[in-house]
Nanobody, 124 residues
Framework: QVQLVESGGGLVQAGGSLRLSCAASGRTFSGYAMGWFRQAPGKERAFVAVITSSGRNIYYADYADSVKGRFTISRDNAKNTVYLQMNSLKPEDTAVYYC??????????????WGQGTQVTVSS
């Protein structure tokens, strides 16, 4: 089992920044790919970014309202933590953000463990 706890969410004005953290405990953190997802009100949960277990490969969402270029995922295996640095935030980034631990190769990663989520609210 892997337990994941997100933190760092909050209320921020448009154009501001937040850094989310996801602390893992339990089984070996470094063996898992770590992803961030978000779910806006009334919408399906959506992929944001993933970093492979080694940290060598990173993938970001490539949908219309892309986070690429504004968000940065990173991990510190010594601290069992994955981060999501979010810059130039927009009101449409408002969502509950979840981290997840998974196995397998991108894009077919199976996410076995999920955190409880942290709310990010961006005001205009």
């Amino acid at each position: 089992q892997v337990q994941l706890v997100e933190s760092g969410g909050g209320l921020v004005q448009a154009g501001g920044s937040l850094r989310l953290s996801c602390a893992a405990s339990g089984r070996t953190f470094s063996g898992y790919a770590m992803g961030w997802f978000r779910q806006a009100p009334g919408k399906e949960r959506a992929f944001v970014a993933v970093i492979t277990s080694s940290g060598r490969n990173i993938y970001y969402a490539d949908y219309a309202d892309s986070v690429k270029g504004r968000f940065t995922i990173s991990r510190d295996n010594a601290k069992n933590t994955v981060y999501l640095q979010m810059n130039s935030l927009k009101p449409e980034d408002t969502a509950v953000y979840y981290c997840a631990a998974g196995s397998g190769g991108y894009p077919s990663i199976n996410y076995d463990y999920w955190g409880q989520g942290t709310q990010v609210t961006v005001s205009s």
